[in-house]
Nanobody, 129 residues
Framework: VQLQASGGGLVQPGGSLRLSCTAS????????IGWFRQAPGKEREGVST????????YYADSVKGRFTISRDNAKNTIYLQMNSLKPEDTAVYYC???????????????????????WGKGTLVTVSS
């Protein structure tokens, strides 16, 4: 699976951005897909994941109510709508998937990103006035 993320940029606090990530191949090629981020000097963390089999969605507590993940299966693309952005949301955002034989749940992978198998190049989001 190859992943291509886009949509990052500079936005003022309180603003919005929409990230996109297109996966090559087929939706059957993975069990879970999601967004992760890494801020300067911090460890990579999960933002939101989708379980490919039942569509269950999981969010990090820090983004609940502000970020919304969605997907377009026909385009094999996921989106991350980010509203009410805060300076602490500044990070490089990555999309990632596991494999078709993945054994971890999307909920688990949100907390343990190292379980993901395929990573796209990140897109930088900077929230600053």
């Amino acid at each position: 699976v190859q992943l291509q993320a886009s949509g990052g940029g500079l936005v003022q606090p309180g603003g919005s951005l929409r990230l996109s990530c297109t996966a090559s191949g087929f939706t059957e090629d993975y069990q879970s897909i999601g967004w992760f981020r890494q801020a300067p000097g911090k460890e990579r963390e999960g933002v939101s994941t989708i379980d490919n089999s039942d569509g269950d969605i999981y969010y990090a507590d820090s983004v609940k109510g502000r970020f919304t993940i969605s997907r377009d299966n026909a385009k094999n693309t996921i989106y991350l709508q980010m509203n009410s952005l805060k300076p602490e949301d500044t990070a490089v955002y990555y999309c990632a998937t596991d494999d078709a034989t993945g054994i971890y749940s999307a909920e688990f992978l949100l907390k343990f990103p190292d379980g993901m198998d395929h990573w796209g190049k990140g897109t930088l989001v900077t929230v600053s006035s």
